[in-house]
């Protein structure tokens, strides 16, 4: 049995209260905080797929909105209230959640707030990072600069990332991903775009491509929650 619940808790002083939903599967092992990309929110089907498929593993999940999305806005905060939000997630689901072990990230700009968050200062009791799609550079701007903080993160991470993604050049992600420590965990998905989606010549669904990405953030948290 999973149980969803609807909360709401304070991103910043500034912005007042965001949405946050908590997917709890009876079996749960480990606690995933799930930050949402630019362009959607937290109801988003494709954050939906992934907390329910995630439940199905024994991850628990809790997904919420920035300010900008809570307001209905288009543009993101300016990242210093990003990276405050997602501090005050982060102190959120542990609150809701005693006694898991604590996980964060997020899709594109969510887990790169999150990495970013972690750098300047370590998120209390999170063990370690979990991205779907790091945003590494804009499209059609192959760099590496936005990678540039990770060697301050500190913690396990773990990359899911598509071959296809004009977001994330993979022969640039990986430089900077050796020298970080600990060392990171790469799993890339042949054809995939930044959002996951795979040709039908793949011979793949979409779906299975989920199920993949989330079977992979589930074991390798529980490897590094039993670490």
Same mark, same amino acid.
């Given at each position: 049995? =999973? =149980?969803t619940s609807e909360h709401r808790f304070l991103a910043t002083a500034s912005s007042g209260n965001v949405s946050a939903i908590l997917v709890r @599967? !009876?079996?749960v092992r480990t606690l995933y905080v799930f930050a949402h990309g630019a362009g959607a929110g937290m109801r988003h089907a494709f954050m939906e797929a992934v907390a329910e498929r995630l439940a199905g593993a024994g #991850? %628990?999940?809790f997904r919420y909105n920035f300010p900008y *999305?809570? %307001? $209905? !806005? $288009? /543009?993101p905060n @300016? %990242? @210093? #209230?990003l990276m405050k939000t997602v501090r005050s997630a982060v102190a959120e689901a542990a609150r809701l959640a005693p006694g898991l072990p604590l996980f964060a990230g997020g899709k594109s700009m969510g887990g790169r707030m999150t990495s970013l968050a972690a750098a300047e200062e370590p998120l209390p009791g999170v063990r370690g990072l979990a991205f779907f799609g790091f945003p590494l550079h804009a499209p059609g701007r192959a760099s590496a600069a936005r990678g540039a903080h990770l060697t301050d993160v500190r913690l396990p991470m773990l990359f899911l990332q598509g071959t296809r993604d004009k977001l994330a050049d993979l022969d640039l992600l990986r430089p900077p991903l050796a020298g970080v420590r600990p060392p990171p965990s790469l799993h890339v998905v042949e054809g995939a775009d930044h959002g996951f989606h795979v040709p039908k010549r793949s011979g793949r669904t979409d779906d299975d491509v989920l199920d993949e990405l989330c079977a992979t953030l /589930? *074991?390798?948290s529980e490897d590094v929650a039993r670490g």
């Open positions: 049995m =999973t =149980t @599967p !009876r079996d #991850v %628990a999940s *999305t809570e %307001a $209905g !806005r $288009g /543009a @300016p %990242a @210093p #209230v /589930a *074991t390798w």
